[in-house]
């Protein structure tokens, strides 16, 4: 939406591997993952075209509601409970990312009142966080444009500080970053009252926000706080799940131990729009006591999208995808590390193969780039050597499908560095 009022679109008619190709006949290096973090096993895999086509030929669709489901969703759901942690067993389905934080947040709050908590309704989430564009997910999500304009927003929703090492002094003072965060959480469950807080929702490493990645202490003193005060922790792994950060869930990597998992993006590395939460036993139990959890989208489920994303996991397993992220990560890092000397050029992060630059005006000050400084550098790195990195706020995002081959992360690396060095 952002490129309408900027300039013209980008006109992307194909794909192969980490290639695509525009309406002009120009071949672009996709170093975005399909521009969303999401492509895992790359464009043009005939594997899930076909699978695709299989299942539509054997049947297109049919509800998953109350009696009803189809053996791929099934065989998708039993999948996955396989490949979550602990446990977290009970799958439900959805059509993508926001629809699978909405859920979480509906799964948690029905969660209480079936156990006679009613008054656990305040969803605790945190600045830069990234939890989709609806209401309920915009709301948690910390961008404030999200939902600038547009509210009223979803109700009980408080926000926290993030982990942000480069910021540490702006945001945390003096105070160890860990210690301040904890004293943030613990201060604002006590003023807002534990008993009416049913969940933290939360990004394992922060995508949107710019992978920020957390002191290894952070999840776990977040959990054990949460569960001192009967509150649920909602893992929300709809960019980290299936490989992206070099885990299946990097909630497990993290030591957060969830209750509930979001996902989406990887799990059908885009080829279908399907969503999945996961949640304990015991979480999937109590909200279908009663009438149910009624609760669901028309394609919730989807047979299609079940096959494409069980083909999806075929690959990402066969190919070792997962593992694969570290050594990506280790060329990012090499390739990247040029920019140390770059006046504009803040801070670089990269966690497996998801890696950011932030942009700042002065790194005296750590002014922020303004997003359209940083949207033509972007434009440019595209325009004069054929690859594309996405500008996200002040930073530049890099996270390409996971089969990208070392010399095309070189030439990702070369041309942003070549780009930005002339940027100050
Ligand atoms: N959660 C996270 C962590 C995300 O990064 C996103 C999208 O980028 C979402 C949720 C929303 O997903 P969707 O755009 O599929 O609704």
Known sequence: MQAD?????V??????GSTVWDAAGRE????????????HVGHGRRELADAAARQIAELEYFTTFQEFSTDKTIALATRLAGLAPDDLNKVFFTSGGSDSVETAVKAARLYHRRRGEPDRTWIISRDFGFHGAGYGAGTLTGFELMQAGVGPNLPDVVKVSPPYAYRAAELYGEREPTDFLIAELEETIARIGPGRIAAMVGEPVMGGGGVLTPPDDYWPRVR??????????????VITAFGRTGSWFESAARGMKPDIITTAKGLTSGYFSLGAVLMRDEIGEVICRETGFFHGYTFSGHPVGSAVALAN?????????????????????AGLAA??????????????????????RDRRTREPMPFPEVFALTARIRDEHGIIVRPYAHNIIMAPPLVMTGDEVGRTTAAVVEVLAGSG
Do not use: K, Q
């Open 5 to 9: 009022s900027i300039g013209e679109r």
């Open 11 to 16: 006109v992307i008619v194909r794909g192969s």
């Open 28 to 39: 672009l290096l996709d170093a975005t993952g399909g521009g969303l973090w999401h492509s």
């Open 224 to 237: 054990e706080v949460l569960s001192r005060h009967g509150i649920l922790l909602v893992a929300d792994e």
């Open 313 to 333: 996991l075929d690959i990402i397993e066969r190919e070792d995808l997962v593992a694969g992220a570290f050594p990506m990560g280790d060329r990012f890092r």
């Open 339 to 360: 920019l140390a000397d770059v006046s504009t050029v803040g801070d670089v992060r990269v966690v497996g193969a998801a890696a950011a630059v932030e942009m700042v």
